[in-house]
């Protein structure tokens, strides 16, 4: 509480000034929203709260709208759920950032226990991982080659292995080992982020690599310096580099659009049907717990709908940045406090 007091009453202010006189929302409220995200996506990253907010039951109670449980079972009994339901999945072991080879070496036995058990399961469900997880920290070659470990094992199982994309300082080393190891192993995905400035550049150097690219709005606090900050234009470079790649679509390019911003992925499929790429012709991504009902919706509408379910205990920056995104779910964390949710 102690943490959340400030964000909570940062919220608050954020209500009174939410709209103007003519009923519009105000400067004020969107003022309010830049600080209460600004704030938690410091949280995010704070080394003391990353060691205490984690044994917070009423945190943990929260969490589960987001993740269906810690262990790799919790994430494939929720995957089997979804495939019931027509959704395709990618499951992801949360962590970040480890700093010596045993770790490494435990992260990608995981992975590898994972794909196994994900194809003795019959699940369309695929597998992402960071980069920081396989060294890039400390040591890029481990990294390199444990993403063609992880990515042979993907490829004889006949499925997709994806990278997913950290902060800007690690954009240039993620993108030299993705294409190191893409040279070698086809079914290797990488996730790029609409608001940096460099993303339209390094579409059209992947391009010929013919890549998975899981397009996102991008989820970290960064400068703008190296990336759009505001809200409406990172919203358009999405709607652009999307469009951009769903014409990729025949050059071999595997497009996902992962977003929950419903207007926008339908604006991206009348640019796509405009020149003739149908919705089952690319994925539509989504998280876990988030717009659930658009979910099930996109599914019986055609759209091939994968969503990305999370696993693991090192969940707190991953969780804080999802209360980023949409500061409201603060409320659901604030129920939980009260023991409701
Ligand atoms: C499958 C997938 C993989 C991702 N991988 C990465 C990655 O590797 N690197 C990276 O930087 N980012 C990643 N992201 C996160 C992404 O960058 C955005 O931060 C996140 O998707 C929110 O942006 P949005 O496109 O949904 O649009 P927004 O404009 O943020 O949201 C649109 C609407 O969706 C709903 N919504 C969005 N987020 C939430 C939430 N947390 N809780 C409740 N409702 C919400 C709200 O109704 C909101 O109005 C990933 C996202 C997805 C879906």
């Keep these: 509480m102690l943490v959340l007091g400030p964000i909570l009453s940062v919220r608050a202010l954020d209500r009174r000034h939410a709209t103007n006189t003519s009923g519009q929302p105000s400067t004020a409220k969107f003022a309010g929203m830049g600080l209460m995200r600004d704030g938690l996506l410091w949280a995010a990253e704070n ?28 994430a494939l009994e929720a995957a089997t759920t979804l495939a019931s339901n027509g959704l395709t999945t990618t499951i992801t072991k949360l962590g970040e ?33 960071k980069l920081t997880q396989l060294g890039l920290d400390f040591d890029p070659d ?11 094992r993907a490829e004889e199982l006949g ?67 190296v990336a759009v900050t505001k809200r409406a234009d990172i ?51 989504m998280l876990y717990g988030i717009r659930m009902a658009d979910q099930y919706r996109y599914a019986t509408d055609g759209y091939q709908l994968r969503t990305l379910i999370s696993y693991g205990e090192e969940w707190y920056p991953w969780y804080v940045r999802r209360l980023a995104e949409r500061p409201a779910n603060l409320g659901f964390v604030a129920r939980n406090i009260l023991g409701r949710s």
């Design 47 to 74: 080394e003391t709260l990353k060691s205490h907010v984690p044994r917070w039951r009423f945190v943990k109670r929260a969490l589960r709208q987001f993740m269906p449980g810690e262990s790799l079972a919790d």
């Design 97 to 129: 950032n480890t700093s010596s080879s045993e770790q490494v070496d435990d992260v990608i036995s995981d992975y590898l226990a994972a794909h196994d058990t994900i194809a003795a399961a019959g699940l369309d469900a695929q597998i992402s991982v």
């Design 142 to 152: 481990r990294a390199v080659r444990g993403l063609a470990a992880l990515a042979a």
């Design 159 to 225: 499925t997709w292995l994806w990278v997913d994309m950290e902060s800007s300082e690690y954009v240039e080393r993620t993108l030299d080992v993705y294409t190191r190891v893409k040279a070698d192993h086809h079914p290797v995905g990488i996730c790029l982020q609409a608001y940096l400035h460099r993303t339209a550049g390094d579409i059209e150097a992947l391009v010929p690599f013919r890549p998975g690219i899981r397009l996102v709005k991008g989820a970290y606090k960064e400068p703008s310096s």
């Design 235 to 285: 919203d358009e470079a999405f709607f652009r580099l999307g469009a951009d790649l769903l014409a990729a679509t025949a050059d071999g390019v595997r497009v996902a659009l992962a977003s929950h911003d419903v207007p926008l992925l339908d604006r991206l499929a009348a640019a796509g049907r405009a020149i003739g790429v149908a919705p089952d012709q690319y994925e539509v991504q």
